[in-house]
């Protein structure tokens, strides 16, 4: 989580392109068969290949459960065919290929989220060995043109327009979002990393802008003293909005760390009843992490650019920038909102914990 906080303090929309290859790869080591593994791996563990995550359609956002696109199977594959959009690092030629992860319904499964599958379709066909083949019907038909993030293209994408685009299953039918899931709270924390590094950056400009920018009389003056001009920094109000900066970084940083060491407890600890306590503690921390650690962020990014008055707005400091690209992450993992939703409707009251008091 740390290295995910820096690598989005230098650049965001770029570290996209690692962040969600990681998650590709993970959900291939994790879920997929010898043949996709075989194909995919390797060059996904080297870079020579990138991934994206395909979930969102033009009309299933927040709510997946609508999704249309289709998976008909084709031999030991299957045919794909439906939109995605929003697609992050969707189409570039960063990599030799892009591997996409695609949320389909195979035909003939239900409606709802019970009927939703996970496929490994990539940009280009691959051979046995691991080679780029040909195209396989994914066709780009716009980049988004957006209010941050531009390090990292979204895309719109079509797959199987000519009914030749070919997907491999991942894990079994119909356990797509579970799957998806297992990879979430990581994804989530990931998400509320980059809130922070993003937050902690803006607040580091503003800080060193607040001690060179000389502006304004010391409030310390008495009469009669000379007019000594001070650094802005001591000025209270500046102090003020620094140390709320301040204290959401640290804050946010130390409440990202301990949900990751949860995590990590919660894989490693031998005892059943503990591992069973420190996931607990996970799933209720995740939506928090990631909604917190994003709304706050962004108000630290807005209080950068205020307090470093109007070189905090023009492009030279690129403080506004942090501002610009941090609104994403409060949307995209499910929004600040949706996170509020799976926290009280979801979360508190597995179990019957609302009363248990974790
Ligand atoms: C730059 C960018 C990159 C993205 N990258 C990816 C990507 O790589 N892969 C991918 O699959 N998607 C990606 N997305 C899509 C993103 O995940 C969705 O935009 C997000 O999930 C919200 O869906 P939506 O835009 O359709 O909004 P909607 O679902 O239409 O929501 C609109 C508003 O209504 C609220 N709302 C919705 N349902 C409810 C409810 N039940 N109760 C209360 N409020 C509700 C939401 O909180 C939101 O404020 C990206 C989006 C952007 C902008």
Redesign the pocket.
């Known amino acids: 989580m740390s290295i995910t906080e820096v690598f989005n303090g230098a650049c965001g929309g770029f570290y996209a392109f690692s962040s969600?290859s990681s998650s590709v790869l993970n959900l291939i080591a994790n879920f997929g068969t010898e043949t996709i593994k075989r194909r995919f791996l390797d060059k996904m563990v080297k870079g020579t290949f990138t991934g994206?995550?395909?979930?969102?359609e033009p009309e299933a956002?927040?709510?997946l459960a609508d999704l249309t696109t289709r998976a008909r199977r084709d031999g030991e594959a299957f045919r794909i065919k439906g939109t995605?959009i929003?697609?992050?690092t969707g189409e570039h030629d960063l990599s030799e290929n892009i591997v996409h992860c695609v949320l389909a319904r195979i035909e003939g499964a239900p409606s709802g989220y019970k009927g939703i599958s996970l496929f490994i379709v990539p940009k280009y066909r691959v051979n046995e060995d691991g080679t780029p083949d040909l195209l396989n019907d994914v066709y780009c038909s716009g980049i988004e043109s957006?209010m941050g993030?531009d390090g990292a293209p979204?895309a719109t994408l079509h797959f199987g327009d000519h009914d030749e685009c070919q997907g491999w299953l991942l894990g079994e039918g119909r356990q797509g979002l579970s799957l998806m899931f297992q990879m979430m709270n990581e994804m989530r924390l990931a998400t509320g990393a980059q809130g922070v590094g993003q937050a902690a950056a803006a607040y580091q400009i503003a800080l060193s802008f607040a001690r060179d920018r000389i502006q304004g009389l010391s409030y310390r003056r008495q009469k009669g003293d000379p007019p000594v001009q001070v650094p802005i920094i001591d000025h209270p109000d500046i102090r003020r909005n620094l140390l709320f900066m301040k204290t959401v970084v640290e804050g946010c940083r130390r409440l990202i760390i301990q949900t990751a060491l949860y995590i990590d407890l919660s894989k490693a600890v031998d005892d059943e009843r503990k591992r069973e306590y420190y996931q607990d503690l996970v799933e209720i921390l995740t939506p928090v992490c990631k909604a917190y650690a994003t709304d706050m962020g962004f108000r630290v990014a807005e209080t950068a650019v205020q307090s470093m008055g109007g070189y905090g707005y023009i492009k030279d400091y690129h403080v506004e920038q942090y501002l610009r690209d941090l609104k994403?992450s409060c949307?995209?993992?499910?929004?600040s909102?949706?996170q509020a939703?799976d926290l009280q409707r979801r979360k508190l009251n597995i179990k019957g914990r609302a009363n248990s008091g974790l």
Do not use: A, D, R
């Open positions: 969600l994206t995550m395909c979930l969102t956002g927040s709510y995605k929003f697609i992050g957006k993030w979204t994403v949307i995209y993992e499910g929004t909102g949706i939703i």
